[in-house]
């Protein structure tokens, strides 16, 4: 299932997913990492964060986090437990955020992928996602989708 995270309950679980899947494949300093973590809280709280679950009560398997800028939708973060990969959460999760997005007047979708992260970049490709251009700075790949004749989900 999936539902709108829950801060005191889900935010240490969903810290561990961004040390364990996502910062192995940053290209970022210890430094910058360091200030990212400090950072993390008051981030979340902008845009919006959804979780994959067992069920209601459990804590996240996967979850993403993303922020709507105009017509444009960005996924900031998006993270599935290891052990969870290859079940469709990923999939779920980017599925619900796409038509959460067009909903709301959406037009494309974009995400940044480490450069070293080939899982997460064939991930957003079968997803539709093309990729736009290569970021040397933060060592990133930019990848866009047009929303545009997306089919809302029910």
């Keep these: 299932m999936i539902r709108y995270r829950r801060p005191k309950q889900d935010d240490p679980v969903i810290y561990g997913l961004i040390e364990k899947e996502l910062v192995p494949h940053s290209h970022l300093s210890s430094k910058e990492i360091d200030k990212i973590r400090r950072d ?15 069920n209601y009560d459990s804590d996240p398997l996967a979850f993403i986090h993303f922020m709507i800028h105009g017509e444009l939708l960005y996924i900031d973060m998006i993270a599935v437990d290891r052990n ?11 599925a619900k ?11 494309r979708s974009k995400v940044l992928v480490d450069a070293g992260n080939t899982h997460a970049h064939l991930f957003y490709s079968k997803l539709g996602y093309r990729t736009v251009r290569f970021v040397a700075q933060t060592q990133c790949y930019e990848m866009e989708k047009s929303l545009v004749n997306l089919r809302l989900l029910p």
Excluded at 40 to 54: E, I
Excluded at 97 to 104: K, L, V
């Design 40 to 54: 993390l809280p008051g981030r979340m709280k902008h845009g919006v964060t959804l979780v994959a679950a067992s």
């Design 84 to 94: 969870h990969q290859h079940k469709r959460y990923g999939k779920s999760l980017m």
């Design 97 to 107: 955020a796409e038509n959460f997005a067009a909903s709301r007047g959406c037009s």
